[in-house]
Every structure is written in C-alpha cells, then in structure tokens.
C-alpha cells in the first residue's frame, strides 16, 4: 500500500478505522450468532422487531457470526435492511457463510477482521425439504430450481459490488473458503480493519489527485459500491467523532 496514501488518511484523522467493540460509537448494535431461518436465532422477524425499536437517523450496526442457513430468510433479510432508511454498518469478526454473505451484503458499510472467514457455495435442498419418493422429472425439476437459486444469487452480488459475476458463479461452484483479501477485491468487504485504508467520502473525492500524482492505489475505490460504502462510514465515523 503505498505511503503517500497512508499519510494522507493519517493527515485527515482517518488513520484509525473504527470498530464494533468500540463502546464510544452511539449506535445501535444488533448482534447476529448462529443459523439462518425462520426461528433461528437469525431471521426476518429479530431484525423487523430491532428496527421498529431503533432510532434510523442514528444508523445500525450488526454484527454477523453465521455459518449460514436457509436461503429464503437470507434473502427475507436482505430485502428488510436494503429497504430500510437506516445507514446500515455491518461486520464480520469470526465467520460469514453461506446464506450469512446474502445478508452480509445487505449492509452499506462492510468490514472485516484480517482473519475473519468467508465461504460461498451452492444453495441446497434439505432432506426434510423433498419428497419420500422421487421420479428423474421430480430430480430435474430441482437441479433446475436450484441452478436458477444459484445464478441469481451471483447476479446478486454482482449488482452489489459492480464485480464480475462470472467470479461469484466459480466461487459458488468450487465451495472452497475465500481470504478476506478477495472479498475486499470483489467489493464484498470495504475495509480489512488495520489493513486497509479507512473508507470515506473524503478519501474517495482524492482518488483524481492521488492518481495525478502517480500515487499507487492497490485497489479500484471508485465505484458506486465504494461510494455507497463511503456515505455510510462517514455517517458512522461522524457519530463517532
């Protein structure tokens, strides 16, 4: 990372990224630890009822430690925090997979600790989920359905990042965990907290400068997943300051 740019966050008092252990930051923090499902304790209605009692203009900050589960509440999730009006801060501490990374990307600010773990992978059918008895129609049937759940969730992401969805379709594919550093590559994580430089819109207004002056960016910020990002840290980061 090049000197330059660290000396410019350090300069504007962003040298230190903030974190969810912080007591100081005055938001709330929903805390998300387990599976994914209806009645789990991860689902549609423990985030509803957290935001019927949270004050939006203040902001959400979650944090997620999830091995996933199933993907219709993900996605019921996801649907209730990108309609939500709240400036939404999510991060990953320990581990975010599977349906978790659906809900994950919800968030408009997303961090992660440099060893937090990540995994994507096809989207399955429980056993409980089939038929007793099943025909080569009923076995076609559902390779189909899933292969379609599969493909939208790589749109998806892709949508959300702006990242080549051909990426997340072989990530699906291979089922094999993702570094942290890739994450960030593919615009699913915005900041690796101590590593990366801290996001903010000020940051980001730089970049033509930065680059002017043949300062080397290890990393493509300018793009509407950043700045989306960009508008929510600064409001976390002003709440905090």
Request: net charge negative; aromatic share 8%; hydrophobic share 45%.
């Amino acid at each position: 990372m090049a000197v330059a740019a660290l000396d410019f966050a350090a300069a504007h008092g962003e040298g230190l990224p903030i974190t969810t252990s912080d007591p100081a930051a005055n938001t709330p923090v929903l805390r998300l630890v387990g599976a994914i499902g209806e009645g789990e304790p991860i689902s549609a209605s423990v985030v509803e009822g957290f935001l019927s009692r949270s004050d939006a203009s203040r902001g959400m900050r979650i944090e997620i430690d999830s091995h996933g589960g199933e993907h219709a509440e993900a996605m019921k999730i996801y649907a209730i925090l990108r309609a939500s009006p709240a400036a939404t801060w999510m991060h990953v501490e320990h581990q975010c997979a599977s349906a978790a990374i659906l809900v994950y990307a919800a968030a408009a600010f997303r961090t992660a600790a440099p060893g937090a773990r990540f995994l994507l992978h096809s989207i399955r059918i429980p056993r409980a989920g089939l038929e007793k008895h099943l025909t080569a129609r009923d076995l076609r049937r559902h390779a189909a359905d899933l292969e379609q759940l599969d493909n939208d969730m790589a749109v998806l992401l892709a949508r959300r990042t702006g990242y080549d969805v051909c990426w997340f379709a072989k990530q699906l594919e291979n089922e094999e965990p993702t570094s942290v550093p890739e994450m960030f590559a593919a615009g699913i994580v915005h900041e690796i907290c101590g590593l990366t430089l801290p996001i903010s819109s000020q940051f980001l207004r730089s970049i033509p400068e930065l680059s002017a002056r043949r300062i080397f960016l290890p990393h493509d910020y300018d793009t509407p997943n950043f700045w989306a990002a960009a508008a929510a840290a600064d409001h976390f980061r002003n709440a905090h300051g």
